[in-house]
Nanobody
């Protein structure tokens, strides 16, 4: 499975950006969960938002009310609409796809290349 992300860039505080990520390859189950994580060099990767194929979402507290995750199952694509961006949102954002396994989503996980989001204050 390959994940191709796009949409990062430079934006002023209060502005908006939309990230996209398309999965391709051996997507052996469409009952998967896609999502976005972010990471600052030297720190652990942290969850931003995830969404299941049926539309169940999860958000980090820091982005609730500002970010919206969505997906197009037919296109195997996940989106992250980021509004009212803050300087602390500056990070490298990674998309992820994980397959079901065990009692939840414990199957294989795949990562896209990071896309840099820079918010200037």
């Amino acid at each position: 499975v390959q994940l191709q992300a796009s949409g990062g860039g430079l934006v002023q505080a209060g502005g908006s950006l939309r990230l996209s990520c398309t999965a391709s390859g051996n997507i052996f189950s469409h009952n998967n969960r896609m999502g976005w994580y972010r990471q600052t060099p030297g720190k652990e990767r942290e969850l931003v938002a995830t969404i299941t194929a049926s539309g169940t979402t999860e958000y980090a507290e820091s982005v609730k009310g500002r970010f919206t995750i969505s997906r197009d199952n037919a296109k195997n694509t996940v989106y992250l609409q980021m509004n009212n961006l803050k300087s602390e949102d500056t990070d490298v954002y990674f998309c992820s796809l994980v397959f079901p396994g065990g009692l939840g989503y414990g199957g294989p996980r795949y990562w896209g290349q990071g896309t840099l989001v820079t918010v200037s204050s």
